[in-house]
């Protein structure tokens, strides 16, 4: 089973500045999919980024940019010009290809707690 | 499409008691997931269906639980009886058939949870 490992139980940026969160992931898969999901305190889950293994090209949805090293199995996720909505729990997420490997279901690490100060 | 839906918001109850949390999916999706998060173990699978049928219940954690879709449009998530360590967030999740090459449809999209306590 892959594994998915943040080690940064709590990370803290000022507003308007750049943070980094880190993401490991073992797997001997060759395709998949990488994600990075939001955790408001409502609880509601929100897909902030989705990264295809076979691109190259590292995804970015506005201030969001992930930054996708495959043969290392490191998938970081960059937040720039930070804002006080950016406060969350941040989920990085694998998921399979394989319909077999639990019906593409996603494969949670265990949050980063993202702190933004004024 | 109002998004996946989920009640109770939250629940509080008693141990012993039965606890029955429910979902509508999104229309049209023919996967449904339901996740578990606790702080100890964060957000993982329970159980999962494709087209209303029990495809993986491996991560339902004991005898107590139980999961049904009798419909595309429904399904329960059961406990019998409840216990003090069930107490954390239910979530359930859906989403269509991965379409290689369409990554619009390659999206698993959560209700906002179930919180539960039991007491």
Request: charged share 20%; aromatic share 12%.
């Amino acid at each position: 089973a892959q594994t998915v490992t943040q080690s940064q139980p709590e990370m803290s940026v000022q507003e308007a500045e750049t943070v980094t969160l880190s993401c490991t992931y073992d797997t001997s898969e060759s395709d998949y999919y990488l994600f990075w999901y939001k955790q408001p305190p409502s609880r509601q889950m929100i897909l902030v980024i989705r990264q295809e293994a076979y691109k190259q090209q590292n995804a970015t949805e506005n201030r969001f940019s992930v930054n996708f090293q495959k043969a290392a199995k490191s998938f970081s996720l960059k937040i720039s010009d930070s804002q006080l909505g950016d406060a969350a729990m941040y989920f990085c997420a694998y998921r399979s290809l394989q319909s077999s490997n639990s019906g593409y279901a996603l494969n949670f690490g265990k949050g980063t707690s993202l702190l933004v100060t004024p | 499409d109002a998004g996946v839906i989920q009640s109770p918001r939250h629940e509080v109850t008693e141990m012993g008691q039965e606890v029955t949390l429910r979902c509508k999916p999104i229309s049209g999706h023919d996967y449904l997931f339901w996740y578990r998060q606790t702080m100890m173990r964060g957000l993982e699978l329970l159980i999962y269906f494709n087209n209303n049928v029990p495809i993986d219940d491996s991560g339902m954690p004991e005898d107590r639980f139980s999961a049904k879709m009798p419909n595309a449009s429904f399904s329960t998530l059961k406990i019998q009886p409840s216990e003090p360590r069930d107490s954390a967030v239910y979530f359930c999740a859906s989403r269509s058939s991965p379409f290689l090459g369409s990554a619009s449809t390659d999206t698993q999209y959560f209700g906002p949870g179930t919180r539960l306590t039991v007491l």
